[in-house]
């Protein structure tokens, strides 16, 4: 019996292990190195596993110049519900302060799907707006792939369906 | 040119040869025929009904007794019956500058249409190299086998806020080669601008072989090539056939593979290359772009290399992917002296402006939609540029901080006919400025460095002074930009 706790014990770590590893992250600002036009704000993605298919959402989306009014959503993957505002509108926020939303999204299976968060701020009287994506679930197998040198040399990744 | 003349003179053979009496018949010329309604037998000179060609563009028939000649808007081709017809330039619409072979007959649109029958020449329709491609060549010089098809991608139209449903196109000029069992390259060629493609081959019997496109564009016309991440070019293959198989190889990346909307950026690429050829520029240099699904690099143009690194969530984006190859164009074509550094419209350094505003001006003038649009999940954002007007002061001075915005918006409004703006204008008039001016430009005004005061200078320089008044109701009248209109183009009344 003393045996046996000690597998489950085992088995409860190594699940909370799993579940740590499993926390999916994803952040986006604008780049330094970046030419194209980009909304002045940073956005922070984390989905943490907490069973049956379900993840506790943390979004974080922080200004890098004062705006007039910041606003954030969710695009969910297909089939998900979510529980809490998808959708969070906040009113002037200044550079550097932070606006946070928390929800639960309860996927429709372990199969994989995209979670996107938006985060949308004015300038200049238009909506610019900047996203952070991480895949909830079970990814889907890479492709299959091979790769080496064309005739002058060139690397080459070749997909093969 | 070379190929085009030997197509003409192809074509020219292949009519001579189909050349017979007046009436189609093949008497000794019909001189016994006594109707009174008859025509003189001899009377088109031997001109037959079904038509000759006299040149690469000029048809002759005789038509009721008397020749008839017609000069076509393309070129004169003669079938394989001995009927000769015009074809207009419409049918370079899927060729591009490197030709193409449909069998044995080759078609080349440099600077006009010339078809011609290779066969008929004792020769075959093959791609001889990424500067010629394809022509008519003797049957020992290439490979004894063929294999042809059609390369294809799919395409996803670009809207405000909205990606189209997934539409197969052609992969214009894209790079195919065939590929043994062990990787080894057999063939390269370059797909036409319908996607077709014809190459040659040689390959032990029986050998598994297979096509493979690249994101890759050959011609010494379109140098351009798209990488993921780590250098290597995107391929995609096809299975495995027995050499020497005939059958068609037709290829088509799905918009939903990982690597599918390499062949978007290509496309790009390839547009604003013939966009560039059509302005002038004779020879274009390559251009090196990085693209991988899922890559956060940013989307941004490195002069030094000249890299273009397109972000993850890009690859369909259209106007983004034109915008950084307006910065290319910059770079070997035009001038800016731009800072760098996150922008996002809101008034800036008048250099940054200019760099940016320009770049987003090629964007709208090669799509001659006025949208800058940045697609991502959500539907991204975007910002209409005919209408909306962000405006500078008239109480700053010249060297005043301003929106890149502004830019695009003035020199799109030089671009498209007057109507929304005062200024009728054309892609060619707004082109000379930025491509013959900007680079060297008569003086510095403004900020030191290239910036919209320069544009201007440059619009007077390139056009003259007629159109000051117009120039000024858009300049001061609706963007309230304090230009002084005594640049070194002269001084407006």
């Known amino acids: 019996m003393r045996a046996l706790w000690a597998v489950l014990a085992l088995c409860a770590c190594q699940g909370a292990a799993r579940d740590e590893e499993l926390i999916v992250h994803a952040e986006t600002a604008p780049a330094a190195a970046s030419c194209k036009p980009e909304a002045p704000v940073a956005v922070v993605l984390d989905a943490r596993p907490v069973g049956g298919d379900a993840y506790a959402v943390t979004v974080r989306a922080t200004p890098s110049r004062d705006v007039a009014a910041l606003e954030l959503g969710l695009v969910l993957p297909p089939g998900a519900t979510v529980r809490g505002a998808e959708r969070a509108a906040f009113g002037a926020t200044a550079s550097g302060a932070s606006r946070t939303i928390v929800v639960t999204v309860q996927t429709a299976g372990p199969r994989a799907g995209q979670l996107t968060v938006v985060a949308r701020v004015p300038v200049e009287g ?11 679930g079970t990814p889907e197998p890479p492709p299959r792939t091979r790769s080496y040198r064309t005739a002058d040399g060139e690397l080459a990744m070749e997909v093969r369906p | 040119m070379r190929l085009a003349i030997l197509a003409l003179l192809l074509t020219g053979g292949a009519a ?15 001189g016994d025929d006594t109707s009174p309604d008859a025509p003189p037998a001899d009377a088109c000179a031997g001109v037959p009904a079904e038509g000759t060609c006299t040149s690469a563009t000029d048809l002759v028939r005789c038509v009721d007794g008397a020749v008839q000649t017609e000069a076509c808007t393309g070129a004169c081709i003669t079938a394989a019956t001995g009927a000769a017809s015009c074809v207009g330039i419409e049918v370079c619409a899927g060729v591009g500058p ?3 072979c449909d069998g044995d007959t080759l078609t080349r649109c440099d600077g006009g249409v010339a078809i011609g029958d290779c066969a008929a020449a004792g ?5 001889t190299d990424d500067a010629v491609g394809y022509a008519c060549v003797a049957p020992a010089s290439v490979g004894k086998l063929r294999v042809a098809g059609t390369i294809r991608w ?5 809207e405000p806020g909205v990606l189209g449903p997934p539409e197969p196109v052609p992969a214009r000029g894209g790079m195919v080669a065939l590929l043994d069992g062990a990787d080894a390259t057999l063939a390269t060629v370059s797909a036409a601008d319908d996607g077709t493609y014809v190459m040659h081959y040689d390959a032990p019997a029986g050998a598994q072989v297979r096509v493979v496109m690249y994101s890759r564009s050959r011609a010494t016309a379109r140098p351009a090539r798209v990488r993921d991440a780590q250098g290597y070019l995107h391929a995609f293959g096809g299975a495995p056939f027995a050499a020497g198989a005939t059958a068609p190889q037709d290829l088509l990346v799905k918009a939903s593979a990982t690597n599918g909307a390499a062949w978007n950026v290509l496309d790009n690429a390839v547009t604003a290359m013939d966009w560039l050829k059509a ?4 020879t274009l240099v390559p251009v090196y ?7 956060r690099t940013g989307s941004y143009y490195q002069g030094a290399d000249n890299s273009l690194h397109l972000d993850g969530d890009d690859g369909y984006d259209d106007v983004v992917a034109l915008h950084e190859l307006g910065h290319y164009m910059q770079d070997e074509y035009s001038a800016s ?3 760098g550094g996150a922008h996002d419209g809101s008034p800036a350094d008048p250099r940054l402006a200019w760099g940016e505003g320009s770049a987003t001006w090629v964007a709208l003038a090669i799509r001659n939609v006025p949208y800058y649009i940045d697609y991502s999940a959500g539907g991204g954002w975007w910002v209409e540029l005919e209408n909306r007007v962000h405006a500078a002061s008239m109480a700053g001075g010249m060297s005043q901080n301003i929106s890149e915005w502004m830019v695009a918006e003035l020199m799109f409004d030089t671009t498209d006919p007057a109507g929304e703006d005062s200024v009728d204008g054309s892609v060619e008039e707004t082109g000379k400025v930025f491509f013959d001016y900007i680079p060297r430009p008569a003086a510095a005004r403004g900020r030191p460095g290239i910036d919209l005061v320069e544009f201007l200078d440059g619009w007077f320089v390139e056009h003259g002074l007629a159109s000051c008044a117009v120039m000024r109701e858009l300049v001061h009248g609706k963007y309230k930009f304090p230009y002084d209109f005594k640049g070194p183009g002269g001084v407006c009344p």
């Open chain 2, 337 to 339: 002296d731009n800072p």
């Open chain 2, 289 to 295: 772009m990085y693209w991988q699904l899922g890559a």
């Open chain 1, 126 to 136: 238009i909506a610019m707006s900047r996203t952070a994506e991480v895949t909830l």
């Open chain 2, 279 to 282: 302005r002038g520029v004779a």
């Open chain 2, 123 to 127: 020769k075959t329709c093959a791609y």
């Open chain 2, 16 to 30: 001579c040869s189909a050349q017979k009496a007046p009436g189609g018949g093949d008497d000794d010329g019909g």
């Open chain 2, 98 to 100: 490197l030709g193409r």
């Open chain 2, 154 to 158: 799919e395409d996803r139209k670009l």
